[in-house]
């Protein structure tokens, strides 16, 4: 693949998840380093390549059914990654900035053949990215509300953490960690403390979120539109995909 032909994205936005499911009647599929490739993929993705989180997240759940449609979908992530080869994180001192904010999104019920939605999440540490995520659910959920709520669990869990590390370091915290969420029913029900019939899914996530907030966490709303946790919940066109790329100091 070192003289492929390059292309803008790493995936498109719609692809046929039944074709990557179906066992393969071609012998020579099992010839495909499909396995090796993801791994590959997926230590760039973890180390300094943010933008490849869904795509290898997604691919990886079909690296043990390697066939021509999972081949394909890899060759063309190496096809992006040619033309993406100079990419970098930027990271560069900016101590007036806030030590920890995060960004969190969920798509519901999409990329999935079983409903399960996935999480996308991003935290950065004086607004340098440090830990993204992108990750199926493990339980079908009913609602975007929901959706949203699993997601904000997720890194409401990582900020405890984190929080806890800069301490260590010497980074003294005065204030909760800000989150950016774009679901506004998800706010809602985070700060309103009442039990009602739209919560008995969250079990005792939602205990435990309300539990931190304002203490660990609090929530602020921002549109979809400049959510950068838009960039690990689904497939990009080009043009947002650049756009959130840069805006995660990926360059």
Same mark, same amino acid.
């Given at each position: 693949?070192?003289?492929?032909? @390059?292309?803008?994205? @790493?995936? =498109? ?13 071609? *012998?020579?599929?099992?010839?495909? @380093? /499909? +396995? ?9 993705? %973890?180390?300094?390549?943010? #933008? ?25 992530? $190496? ?13 560069? &001192?900016?101590?007036?900035?806030? *030590?920890?904010?995060?960004?969190? #999104?969920?798509? !519901?019920?999409?990329? #999935? ?10 935290? &950065? ?5 440090? %830990? ?5 659910? #493990? ?8 959706? =949203? ?15 806890? /590390? ?6 003294? $915290?005065?204030? *909760?960690?800000?989150? !950016? =969420?774009?679901?506004?029913? /998800?706010?809602? %029900? ?9 919560? +008995?899914?969250?079990?005792?996530? $939602? !205990? ?14 921002? *549109? ?14 080009? =043009?947002?995909?650049?756009? $959130? ?7």
């Amino acid at each position: 693949m070192a003289t492929c032909n @390059p292309i803008s994205t @790493p995936m =498109e936005t719609k692809i046929n998840l039944e074709e990557l499911e179906k066992e393969n009647s071609n *012998p020579n599929s099992s010839k495909y @380093p /499909c +396995r090796n490739a993801i791994g590959n993929l997926m230590y760039a993705m %973890i180390c300094t390549r943010p #933008d490849l989180s869904f795509t290898v997240s997604l691919l990886s759940r079909f690296q043990t059914k390697q066939s021509d449609a999972l081949w394909k979908l890899i060759k063309r992530v $190496l096809r992006y990654l040619k033309n993406t080869i100079n990419y970098q994180l930027v990271f560069k &001192k900016d101590l007036s900035a806030s *030590p920890i904010i995060g960004y969190v #999104d969920a798509s !519901f019920g999409t990329n #999935d053949l079983q409903a399960h939605s996935t999480s996308g999440y991003i935290l &950065k540490l004086f607004n340098k990215p440090i %830990i993204w995520v992108s990750r199926r659910q #493990d339980k079908v959920a009913l609602s975007t509300m929901i959706v =949203e709520y699993y997601a904000l669990c997720e890194i409401t869990r990582d900020i405890i953490w984190l929080r806890q /590390c800069v301490q260590f370091l010497g980074i003294h $915290l005065t204030s *909760p960690t800000t989150i !950016f =969420e774009d679901n506004a029913s /998800c706010i809602a %029900i985070t700060k309103n403390p009442v039990k009602h019939k739209g919560t +008995r899914e969250l079990d005792t996530r $939602l !205990f435990f979120v309300r539990d931190e907030l304002n203490k660990t966490i609090t929530l602020t709303y921002i *549109p979809s539109s400049e959510n950068l946790a838009d960039l690990f919940t689904k497939a990009l066109p080009k =043009e947002r995909l650049v756009m $959130l790329s840069t805006k995660i100091n990926l360059s």
